[in-house]
Protein backbone atom coordinates (compact mmCIF):
# COMPACT_ATOMS: atom_id res chain seq x y z
CA UNK A 1 0.00 0.00 0.00
CA UNK A 2 1.24 3.22 -0.85
CA UNK A 3 2.38 5.68 1.79
CA UNK A 4 3.00 9.32 2.37
CA UNK A 5 5.27 10.89 4.97
CA UNK A 6 4.00 13.31 7.03
CA UNK A 7 5.99 14.62 10.26
CA UNK A 8 8.22 11.15 10.29
CA UNK A 9 5.06 9.28 10.60
CA UNK A 10 4.22 6.99 7.26
CA UNK A 11 0.66 6.50 6.53
CA UNK A 12 -0.89 4.92 4.36
CA UNK A 13 -3.02 7.12 2.00
CA UNK A 14 -5.76 4.79 2.09
CA UNK A 15 -7.47 3.70 4.94
CA UNK A 16 -10.41 1.85 6.17
CA UNK A 17 -13.01 4.30 8.40
CA UNK A 18 -14.95 2.28 10.76
CA UNK A 19 -17.17 4.85 12.22
CA UNK A 20 -20.42 2.78 12.95
CA UNK A 21 -19.28 -0.62 12.54
CA UNK A 22 -20.17 -2.23 14.98
CA UNK A 23 -20.05 -6.30 16.07
CA UNK A 24 -19.02 -9.06 14.32
CA UNK A 25 -19.62 -7.07 10.94
CA UNK A 26 -16.81 -5.14 11.99
CA UNK A 27 -14.57 -7.43 13.03
CA UNK A 28 -14.88 -9.41 9.97
CA UNK A 29 -14.29 -6.45 7.42
CA UNK A 30 -11.41 -5.18 9.60
CA UNK A 31 -9.78 -8.96 8.87
CA UNK A 32 -11.05 -9.01 5.37
CA UNK A 33 -9.63 -5.53 4.51
CA UNK A 34 -6.78 -6.19 5.96
CA UNK A 35 -6.26 -9.92 4.06
CA UNK A 36 -6.78 -8.34 0.63
CA UNK A 37 -4.24 -5.56 1.12
CA UNK A 38 -5.10 -3.03 3.30
CA UNK A 39 -2.88 -1.46 5.75
CA UNK A 40 -4.44 1.47 7.84
CA UNK A 41 -7.69 1.10 10.36
CA UNK A 42 -9.17 4.08 11.71
CA UNK A 43 -10.99 3.86 14.99
CA UNK A 44 -12.06 5.95 17.93
CA UNK A 45 -12.96 5.88 21.86
CA UNK A 46 -16.34 7.23 20.32
CA UNK A 47 -16.88 4.61 18.00
CA UNK A 48 -17.62 1.77 20.68
CA UNK A 49 -15.75 -0.84 18.28
CA UNK A 50 -12.44 -0.74 19.22
CA UNK A 51 -12.42 -4.44 20.87
CA UNK A 52 -13.74 -5.92 17.71
CA UNK A 53 -10.89 -3.74 15.71
CA UNK A 54 -8.72 -5.14 17.57
CA UNK A 55 -10.44 -8.64 16.97
CA UNK A 56 -10.40 -8.35 13.46
CA UNK A 57 -6.30 -7.25 13.04
CA UNK A 58 -5.98 -10.52 15.12
CA UNK A 59 -7.86 -12.19 13.14
CA UNK A 60 -6.08 -11.22 9.63
CA UNK A 61 -3.05 -12.91 11.23
CA UNK A 62 -0.81 -9.63 9.80
CA UNK A 63 1.97 -8.74 12.40
CA UNK A 64 1.40 -6.00 14.64
CA UNK A 65 3.68 -3.62 12.99
CA UNK A 66 2.39 -4.09 9.46
CA UNK A 67 -0.66 -2.06 10.33
CA UNK A 68 -1.34 1.59 11.19
CA UNK A 69 -3.60 1.61 13.52
CA UNK A 70 -5.11 5.08 14.65
CA UNK A 71 -7.53 5.74 17.67
CA UNK A 72 -9.11 9.31 19.11
CA UNK A 73 -10.09 10.25 22.35
CA UNK A 74 -13.54 11.83 22.61
CA UNK A 75 -13.62 15.42 23.37
CA UNK A 76 -15.44 15.45 26.42
CA UNK A 77 -12.35 13.31 27.69
CA UNK A 78 -10.12 16.16 27.03
CA UNK A 79 -8.76 17.02 30.88
CA UNK A 80 -5.23 15.51 30.85
CA UNK A 81 -6.08 12.55 33.48
CA UNK A 82 -9.40 11.96 31.69
CA UNK A 83 -7.37 11.94 28.00
CA UNK A 84 -4.43 9.93 29.14
CA UNK A 85 -7.44 7.50 30.88
CA UNK A 86 -8.80 7.30 27.56
CA UNK A 87 -5.97 6.35 26.16
CA UNK A 88 -4.99 3.36 28.32
CA UNK A 89 -8.46 2.27 27.43
CA UNK A 90 -8.46 2.29 24.27
CA UNK A 91 -5.60 0.25 24.11
CA UNK A 92 -7.03 -2.31 26.18
CA UNK A 93 -9.78 -2.57 24.27
CA UNK A 94 -7.62 -3.16 20.86
CA UNK A 95 -5.79 -5.49 22.86
CA UNK A 96 -2.28 -3.74 21.58
CA UNK A 97 0.20 -2.32 23.25
CA UNK A 98 0.75 1.29 21.27
CA UNK A 99 -1.15 2.62 18.60
CA UNK A 100 0.54 4.57 15.63
CA UNK A 101 -1.49 7.34 15.92
CA UNK A 102 -3.67 9.01 18.74
CA UNK A 103 -5.76 12.06 17.73
CA UNK A 104 -7.98 14.58 19.58
CA UNK A 105 -11.14 13.62 18.13
CA UNK A 106 -13.18 17.47 18.23
CA UNK A 107 -11.77 20.51 20.10
CA UNK A 108 -13.10 21.11 23.72
CA UNK A 109 -13.30 25.25 24.40
CA UNK A 110 -13.80 24.39 28.13
CA UNK A 111 -10.70 22.58 28.64
CA UNK A 112 -7.19 24.67 28.12
CA UNK A 113 -5.86 23.13 24.99
CA UNK A 114 -2.27 23.51 26.34
CA UNK A 115 -3.41 21.06 29.21
CA UNK A 116 -4.58 18.51 26.18
CA UNK A 117 -2.09 18.82 24.13
CA UNK A 118 0.67 18.35 26.92
CA UNK A 119 -1.16 15.44 28.36
CA UNK A 120 -1.34 14.16 24.44
CA UNK A 121 2.57 14.37 24.22
CA UNK A 122 3.15 12.35 28.27
CA UNK A 123 1.04 9.55 26.42
CA UNK A 124 3.65 9.80 23.85
CA UNK A 125 6.49 9.90 25.46
CA UNK A 126 5.16 6.81 27.48
CA UNK A 127 4.91 4.52 23.97
CA UNK A 128 1.36 4.67 24.15
CA UNK A 129 1.42 5.81 20.72
CA UNK A 130 3.92 6.68 18.03
CA UNK A 131 2.32 9.72 17.29
CA UNK A 132 -0.04 12.60 17.61
CA UNK A 133 -2.64 14.58 15.60
CA UNK A 134 -5.69 15.88 15.72
CA UNK A 135 -8.86 15.93 13.99
CA UNK A 136 -11.95 18.70 12.94
CA UNK A 137 -9.46 21.36 14.18
CA UNK A 138 -10.01 24.67 12.30
CA UNK A 139 -7.01 26.94 11.02
CA UNK A 140 -7.09 28.96 14.27
CA UNK A 141 -6.87 26.03 16.60
CA UNK A 142 -4.86 24.00 14.19
CA UNK A 143 -1.87 27.05 14.52
CA UNK A 144 -2.28 26.73 18.27
CA UNK A 145 -2.32 23.42 18.75
CA UNK A 146 1.11 22.90 16.55
CA UNK A 147 2.71 25.77 18.77
CA UNK A 148 1.66 23.84 21.85
CA UNK A 149 3.23 20.51 21.10
CA UNK A 150 6.57 19.13 21.36
CA UNK A 151 6.42 16.47 19.29
CA UNK A 152 5.24 16.90 15.57
CA UNK A 153 1.30 17.03 15.24
CA UNK A 154 1.04 14.47 11.78
CA UNK A 155 -2.30 15.05 10.82
CA UNK A 156 -5.64 16.51 11.20
CA UNK A 157 -8.60 13.73 10.44
CA UNK A 158 -11.32 16.16 8.75
CA UNK A 159 -14.43 15.39 6.67
CA UNK A 160 -13.29 16.15 2.82
CA UNK A 161 -14.76 15.27 -0.52
CA UNK A 162 -15.51 17.12 -3.23
CA UNK A 163 -18.48 18.92 -2.24
CA UNK A 164 -16.47 20.28 0.98
CA UNK A 165 -13.59 22.14 -0.38
CA UNK A 166 -11.68 22.86 2.82
CA UNK A 167 -8.66 24.97 0.90
CA UNK A 168 -7.76 26.98 4.21
CA UNK A 169 -7.17 23.45 6.57
CA UNK A 170 -5.58 21.64 3.48
CA UNK A 171 -3.15 24.56 2.87
CA UNK A 172 -2.60 24.83 6.93
CA UNK A 173 -1.87 20.84 7.08
CA UNK A 174 0.70 21.55 4.12
CA UNK A 175 2.38 24.53 5.21
CA UNK A 176 2.98 22.28 8.70
CA UNK A 177 3.67 19.35 6.87
CA UNK A 178 0.94 17.74 8.26
CA UNK A 179 -1.28 14.92 6.90
CA UNK A 180 -4.69 15.49 6.05
CA UNK A 181 -6.93 12.50 6.85
CA UNK A 182 -10.49 12.99 5.09
CA UNK A 183 -13.19 10.86 6.34
CA UNK A 184 -16.36 10.56 4.73
CA UNK A 185 -14.46 10.76 1.31
CA UNK A 186 -17.23 9.86 -0.61
CA UNK A 187 -19.92 12.04 0.82
CA UNK A 188 -21.75 9.16 1.52
CA UNK A 189 -22.50 8.08 -1.91
CA UNK A 190 -25.54 9.45 -3.50
CA UNK A 191 -25.62 12.66 -5.70
CA UNK A 192 -21.81 13.18 -5.61
CA UNK A 193 -21.35 9.67 -7.46
CA UNK A 194 -23.93 11.28 -10.16
CA UNK A 195 -22.14 14.38 -11.21
CA UNK A 196 -20.76 14.55 -14.42
CA UNK A 197 -17.52 15.18 -13.50
CA UNK A 198 -17.07 12.25 -11.68
CA UNK A 199 -19.15 9.52 -14.09
CA UNK A 200 -17.16 10.93 -17.08
CA UNK A 201 -13.99 10.48 -15.74
CA UNK A 202 -15.15 6.83 -14.10
CA UNK A 203 -16.01 6.39 -18.19
CA UNK A 204 -12.95 7.27 -19.50
CA UNK A 205 -10.68 5.38 -17.32
CA UNK A 206 -13.43 1.78 -17.32
CA UNK A 207 -13.21 2.43 -13.28
CA UNK A 208 -16.49 3.48 -10.52
CA UNK A 209 -17.35 6.59 -10.00
CA UNK A 210 -16.36 6.21 -6.30
CA UNK A 211 -13.06 4.83 -7.33
CA UNK A 212 -13.00 8.30 -9.24
CA UNK A 213 -13.68 10.08 -6.37
CA UNK A 214 -10.78 8.20 -3.98
CA UNK A 215 -8.35 8.49 -6.44
CA UNK A 216 -8.85 12.30 -6.88
CA UNK A 217 -8.17 12.55 -2.77
CA UNK A 218 -4.94 10.77 -2.76
CA UNK A 219 -3.78 12.55 -5.62
CA UNK A 220 -3.41 15.49 -3.81
CA UNK A 221 -0.23 15.79 -1.90
CA UNK A 222 -0.56 15.08 1.74
CA UNK A 223 -4.30 13.88 1.33
CA UNK A 224 -4.91 10.14 2.90
CA UNK A 225 -8.62 8.68 2.39
CA UNK A 226 -10.69 6.31 5.07
CA UNK A 227 -13.48 5.52 2.91
CA UNK A 228 -16.13 3.46 5.55
CA UNK A 229 -18.13 0.37 3.89
CA UNK A 230 -19.96 -2.11 5.28
CA UNK A 231 -20.05 -4.14 2.37
CA UNK A 232 -17.58 -6.78 1.89
CA UNK A 233 -17.30 -6.34 -2.27
CA UNK A 234 -16.80 -2.21 -1.72
CA UNK A 235 -13.18 -2.89 -0.17
CA UNK A 236 -11.70 -4.77 -3.16
CA UNK A 237 -13.63 -1.70 -4.87
CA UNK A 238 -12.26 1.24 -2.60
CA UNK A 239 -9.13 -0.07 -2.75
CA UNK A 240 -8.12 -0.55 -6.16
CA UNK A 241 -7.23 2.94 -7.43
CA UNK A 242 -3.39 2.42 -7.71
CA UNK A 243 -3.33 1.86 -11.24
CA UNK A 244 -5.07 5.03 -13.20
CA UNK A 245 -4.32 8.92 -12.96
CA UNK A 246 -6.92 11.55 -13.67
CA UNK A 247 -5.70 14.29 -15.68
CA UNK A 248 -4.82 17.97 -14.48
CA UNK A 249 -8.42 18.79 -16.07
CA UNK A 250 -10.36 16.05 -14.56
CA UNK A 251 -9.15 17.03 -10.79
CA UNK A 252 -10.20 20.35 -12.07
CA UNK A 253 -13.83 19.79 -12.93
CA UNK A 254 -14.38 17.20 -9.70
CA UNK A 255 -12.69 20.02 -7.35
CA UNK A 256 -14.93 22.70 -8.51
CA UNK A 257 -17.57 20.81 -7.36
CA UNK A 258 -16.61 22.61 -3.86
CA UNK A 259 -18.88 25.19 -4.42
CA UNK A 260 -21.88 23.20 -3.13
CA UNK A 261 -20.12 23.89 0.17
CA UNK A 262 -22.04 20.90 1.71
CA UNK A 263 -20.99 19.37 5.20
CA UNK A 264 -22.08 15.88 6.79
CA UNK A 265 -21.00 16.43 10.16
CA UNK A 266 -21.70 18.88 11.98
CA UNK A 267 -22.82 18.65 15.77
CA UNK A 268 -23.66 21.42 18.27
CA UNK A 269 -20.14 20.71 19.77
CA UNK A 270 -18.67 21.28 16.17
CA UNK A 271 -16.03 24.45 16.50
CA UNK A 272 -16.73 27.32 14.34
CA UNK A 273 -15.43 26.40 10.90
CA UNK A 274 -13.16 27.76 8.88
C1 LIG B 1 -18.73 12.07 15.32
C2 LIG B 1 -17.61 11.34 14.61
C3 LIG B 1 -17.13 12.03 13.36
C4 LIG B 1 -16.08 11.27 12.60
O1 LIG B 1 -15.06 10.71 13.36
Redesign the pocket.
Known sequence: MKTLNANGADIPVLGLGT?TLRGGACVDLVAHALEIGYRHIDT?A??ENESEVGEGMRRSGLPREEVFLTT?VWWTDLAPADLERSAARSLEKLGVDHVDLLLI??PNPEIPLGETIAALNRVRERGLTRHVGV??FPTGLLAEAVELSEAPLVAN?V?YHPYLGQEKVYAACRANGMAMIA?CPLYRGGALLAEPAVTAAAERHGKTPGQVVLRWHIQQEGVVAIPRTSRRERLAENADIFDFELGADEMAAIGSLREAGRRL?D?GFSPRWD
Open positions: WAAYKHWSNEEYCF
